[in-house]
């Protein structure tokens, strides 16, 4: 069984910087998209970033182009996201999903929630202005 878990997520000010992690376990980082997505109340789910744990390309939402990085550490089967300059309008639930086997093509911000397998249960980030 796959499990993802979220940390990292808190209340913090306009133009402040977050890390959040994800760290999975039940199948290796490796040969996996992992997918970073939030969701406000009454919103879809949208993706805000990805990681090809393969090569470590990524791909991002245009919300987040230029201000959040994803990352990963195969070695501790952990994938990170790095958000700075935080607006209020970046507050959300943030999840981390997972779906395996797949081509690095594949691996892209515009997935949409349906086509990821395996989910965390989300972590919270309020920017306050």
């Known amino acids: 069984q796959v499990w993802l878990v979220e940390s990292g997520g808190r209340s913090v000010q306009a133009g402040g910087s977050l890390r959040l992690s994800c760290e999975v376990a039940?199948?290796?980082?490796?040969?996996?998209?992992m997918g970073w997505f939030r969701q406000v109340p009454g919103k879809e789910r949208e993706g805000v970033a990805t990681?090809?744990?393969?090569?470590?390309?990524?791909d991002y939402a245009d919300s987040a182009k230029g201000r959040f990085t994803a990352s990963q550490e195969n070695d501790k089967n952990t994938v990170y996201l790095q958000m700075n300059s935080l607006k209020p309008e970046d507050t959300a639930m943030y999840y981390c999903?997972?779906?395996?086997?797949?081509?690095?093509?594949?691996?892209?911000?515009?997935?949409?929630?349906?086509?990821?397998?395996?989910w965390g249960r989300g972590t919270q980030v309020t920017v306050s202005s």
């Open positions: 039940g199948y290796p980082v490796s040969a996996s998209c």
């Open positions: 990681i090809y744990s393969d090569d470590g390309s990524t």
């Open positions: 999903a997972a779906h395996p086997y797949v081509r690095g093509s594949w691996c892209k911000a515009g997935r949409t929630h349906a086509e990821f397998s395996n």
